[in-house]
């Protein structure tokens, strides 16, 4: 018997334990995936989808039915991400832009031959601030006033925050190319 998302959540209102195993396998690795984004490694990314798990199952009543269950689920570890970072981090702002020489803009055609693996990679090595502003805004697609609004910092930090991280992420890719040919 195949058991669809509706059985399992009509389940998990019901209160069956079991359903709540199933849709935390069901969906954990798709969720995991967000939460990893968000954090500085695994360690953190876990701490932050069993947050987002338990708001998850105290708030299944709230779930209306109206749009996709995963994507209410996603928005949760999103969220939860966001307050966890608000919570415990600051943007790093002793990074200026003097810190880096300009990379030429024609490298970034050299992510062709990087793999997603290898992006995210790079990704993750950006410092928190830049890494939840790149993340709202290309990966999830907030606007600055969207995300100003999320962090509680202004439209004009947001902007500016994520003018460093791009030219930060250039540096790291710069480098990465370099270590590659090497």
């Not at 930090?157 to 090497?182: G, M, T």
Request: charged share 25%.
């Amino acid at each position: 018997m195949i058991i669809t998302p509706e059985h399992i959540l009509k389940a998990c209102k019901a209160g069956d334990i079991s359903a709540f195993e199933q849709l935390y396998k069901r969906y954990y690795r798709v969720l995991f995936v967000i939460a990893l984004r968000y954090s500085r490694g695994r360690e953190e990314a876990e701490d932050i989808l069993q947050d987002a798990f338990i708001k998850i199952f105290n708030n299944l009543d709230s779930y209306t039915g109206s749009g996709s269950f995963e994507g209410w689920m996603k928005r949760i570890v999103q969220n939860t991400a966001i307050n966890h970072y608000r919570g415990t981090l600051k943007f790093d702002l002793h990074v200026t832009l003097d810190d880096y020489h300009e990379v030429a803009e024609e490298t970034i055609s050299d992510f062709e031959w990087m793999d997603a693996k290898q992006i995210l990679a790079l990704l993750s090595k950006l410092p928190e601030g830049y890494r939840m502003i790149v993340n709202l805004y290309y990966i999830d697609g907030y606007k600055h006033r969207e995300i100003a609004e999320l962090l509680h910092i202004s439209e004009g930090a947001s902007k500016s925050q994520l003018f460093k991280a791009k030219a930060y992420f250039k540096k790291l890719l710069h480098e990465h190319i370099n270590k590659e040919v090497i």
